[in-house]
């Protein structure tokens, strides 16, 4: 029954939250409707949204309900969406497709696909700002939270490392692995849980506990990336398969090859379960779902 009733709140935030995404118009000047168009082209293409929804999960862990955080989480969403669109640029990872059809680029233009991603964190900030129910306080730290997961020290800078890294493959120092990728795909995913967790008003045990969920979360998500980039096709994929090793990418993969790279998502999914654990008294079935989820999507 925990399972059931985990799968239909999921199922439920998801519907909620698409709706108010759809909802979402950034201006209504008709000269800058190309912009909006390629801003929205990107954002309703699909996704998981695996971040908006464990902020959604978070605040409702910590008494919230989840709707009160749907600006927040939306922002969160926005952010995301502009680093794939940065991503996907021929100076980056030079990539045709993303989610089944043309990345941004291919569509717009770099030029147009620049300045979509760079209006996304505007708009983001204006959500957080001017959209999001609470006190000052929550919300100067919900914008501190996530400048400081996208910055030099977050996504950002993790991004910058990736690149650097980029030609090393298996040779690359593991440390040095761990460490992009805790910047670049943990940063904001850690900050999803937190903000939903400041919006509701969490202490500092629970802010603490449910950081280290997110955290390990964050690792277990990139290592089965990178083992769907080594194994999956294209087609399941949404973007071209083994992109990864083409470009000699540093991945846990070519780091600890295709099995090892399966160990470590399973001790990262483990360590996420265990620290629900100190959640004691709240109902984290839905946590562990989305853990569990992580760890096997794409088998």
């Not at 805790?182 to 506990?209: D, F, P, Q």
């Amino acid at each position: 029954m925990e399972n059931l009733a985990s799968a239909g709140r999921w199922e439920r935030h998801r519907r909620i939250f698409e709706e108010y995404l759809e909802g979402l118009r950034f201006t209504e000047e008709p000269a800058l409707e190309r912009l909006q168009e390629a801003m929205r082209y990107s954002l309703l293409a699909g996704g998981k949204r695996v971040r908006p929804l464990l902020c959604m999960e978070s605040a409702r862990l910590f008494g919230a309900p989840p709707e009160r955080v749907l600006p927040s989480a939306a922002a969160i969403e926005l952010i995301h969406t502009y680093s794939l669109i940065h991503d996907d640029l021929p100076a980056m990872d030079n990539d045709d497709f993303r989610r089944g059809r043309p990345t941004s680029h291919k569509k717009f233009g770099e030029a147009m696909a620049i300045l979509a991603g760079d209006a996304f964190f505007g708009e983001a900030l204006t959500l957080i700002t001017v959209r999001q129910e609470g006190t000052c306080e929550q919300r100067l730290g919900v914008v501190q939270e996530l400048a400081s997961s996208t910055g030099v020290n977050g996504m950002v800078g993790g991004q910058v490392l990736d690149m650097d890294q980029t030609g090393a493959g298996g040779s690359a120092d593991p440390g040095m692995l761990f460490m992009i990728h805790r910047y670049k795909t943990g940063a904001l995913i850690r900050s999803s849980a937190r903000v939903g967790a400041i919006l509701a008003g969490a202490g500092e045990e629970g802010l603490e506990a449910i950081s280290r969920y997110a955290t390990e979360l964050g690792l277990c998500f990139q290592i089965v990336d990178d083992v769907l980039d080594a194994v999956g096709s294209s087609e399941r994929l949404g973007k071209r398969a083994g992109g990864d090793a083409e470009r000699g990418k540093a991945t846990f993969v070519s780091v600890f090859g295709l099995e090892g790279a399966r160990r470590e998502a399973d001790a990262a999914c483990e360590r996420a379960l265990r620290a629900l654990g100190r959640l004691e008294g709240r109902d984290t079935s839905a946590l562990g779902e989305l853990a569990l989820f992580v760890r096997h999507r794409g088998s």
